[in-house]
């Protein structure tokens, strides 16, 4: 089972980028896939989670900015972030809440002007 993440990049200060994460996983649609983030010399933080019912949790740092959507067909987890702040700058990773699979390598996102 693989987690493969994409759409990173470097964007300016209120940008948008919308992220994607593909999981070969068979029961992906009963799960509850997260994006997470890790900014340089910090931890890694929950950033948003979705559930089977696509009832979405995020963050306090981007509720209102930030949108998780999934895909069961697809077996994909989209994140759009907008009205994005040089305090976005991280590494996002995708995975499972409660079910966690082996951390794929990411995607970088850099807002900076």
């Known amino acids: 089972v693989q987690l493969v993440e994409s759409g990173g990049g470097l964007v300016q200060p209120g940008g948008s980028l919308r992220l994607s994460c593909a999981a070969s996983?068979?029961?992906?649609?009963?799960?509850?896939p997260a994006w997470y983030r890790q900014a340089p010399g910090k931890q890694r933080e929950l950033v948003a989670s979705?559930?089977?019912?696509?009832?979405?949790n995020y963050a306090d740092s981007v509720k209102g900015r930030f949108t998780i959507s999934r895909d069961n067909a697809k077996k994909v987890v989209y994140l759009q972030m907008n009205s994005l702040k040089p305090e976005d700058t991280a590494v996002y990773y995708c995975?499972?809440?409660?079910?966690?699979?082996?951390w794929g390598q990411g995607t970088q996102v850099t807002v900076s002007s």
């Open positions: 979705i559930r089977p019912g696509g009832g979405p």
């Open positions: 996983r068979r029961d992906f649609s009963i799960r509850t």
């Open positions: 995975n499972f809440a409660n079910s966690p699979l082996q």
